[in-house]
Nanobody, 115 residues
Framework: QVQFAESGGNLVQPGGSLRLSCRIS????????MGWYRQAPGKQREPVAA???????NYADSVKGRFSISRDNAKNMVYLQMNNLKPEDTATYYC?????????WGQGTQVTVSS
């Protein structure tokens, strides 16, 4: 059974940076894409970044140029480097397969951007 454990969220000032980590328990084939999603209060969960094949990444327009996703298959980890954070990035962040969500959601990690 595949499970996700997200970590790295924190309270950060606008313009700051965070690196989120997603530890994958279980086996996900390397050809299955992985993504980071976020859900802000009162809003639907949305994908923000995905890695679908080695060297192939996709980003939501709202984070393009600021966020960077990476994946380490040997360590069963997925990362999200977030730079120049904005208050509108405040949300709970989750990882899961992409574009199809095949697995149950983890607990997520809270990112709050505020001065």
């Amino acid at each position: 059974q595949v499970q996700f454990a997200e970590s790295g969220g924190n309270l950060v000032q606008p313009g700051g940076s965070l690196r989120l980590s997603c530890r994958i328990s279980g086996t996900i084939a390397s050809e299955v894409g992985m993504g980071w999603y976020r859900q802000a209060p009162g809003k639907q969960r949305e994908p923000v970044a995905a890695v679908t094949a080695p060297g192939t990444t996709n980003y939501a327009d709202s984070v393009k140029g600021r966020f960077s996703i990476s994946r380490d298959n040997a360590k069963n980890m997925v990362y999200l480097q977030m730079n120049n954070l904005k208050p509108e990035d405040t949300a709970t962040y989750y990882c899961n397969s992409f574009p199809t969500v095949w697995y149950s959601w983890g607990q997520g990690t809270q990112v709050t951007v505020s001065s």
